[in-house]
């Protein structure tokens, strides 16, 4: 039973920044990658940033170095910092994990809920 539960979000100026964090617990035997997706009303979701388990990430086009992602291993905790945001950000942000429960498991990706990132003009 893994659960991913996301905290930093809110109501934001444009040029502003915003640090949003995701903790895994639960029953976990290797944490793979994590990562940011986010969802705008009527759009797909789309990719954000993700990062290894040895450090390696990977970033969505629109970031364009605006975007950090980092994790923290020993707490299965995973951090997006966001600055010189854009109303064009305005989306959920979605954490996801992929991880094995047991040693003999196949890596499943795992979802949290969503918080939900406001830019304003």
């Known amino acids: 039973q893994v659960q991913l539960v996301e905290s930093g979000g809110g109501l934001v100026q444009a040029g502003g920044f915003l640090r949003l964090s995701c903790a895994a617990s639960?029953?976990?035997?290797?944490?793979?990658?994590m990562g940011w997706y986010r969802q705008a009303p009527g759009k797909q979701r789309e990719l954000v940033a993700v990062?290894?388990?040895?450090?390696?990430?990977n970033y969505g086009d629109f970031v364009k170095g605006r975007f950090t992602i980092s994790r923290d291993n020993a707490k299965n905790t995973v951090y997006l910092q966001m600055n010189s945001l854009k109303p064009e950000d305005t989306a959920v942000y979605y954490c996801?994990?992929?991880?094995?429960?047991?040693?003999?498991?196949?890596?499943?990706?795992?979802w949290g809920k969503g918080t939900l990132v406001t830019v304003s003009s």
């Open positions: 639960g029953s976990i035997f290797s944490m793979k990658t």
């Open positions: 996801n994990a992929n991880l094995r429960i047991q040693w003999y498991a196949d890596a499943v990706d795992y």
């Open positions: 990062i290894t388990s040895g450090g390696s990430t």
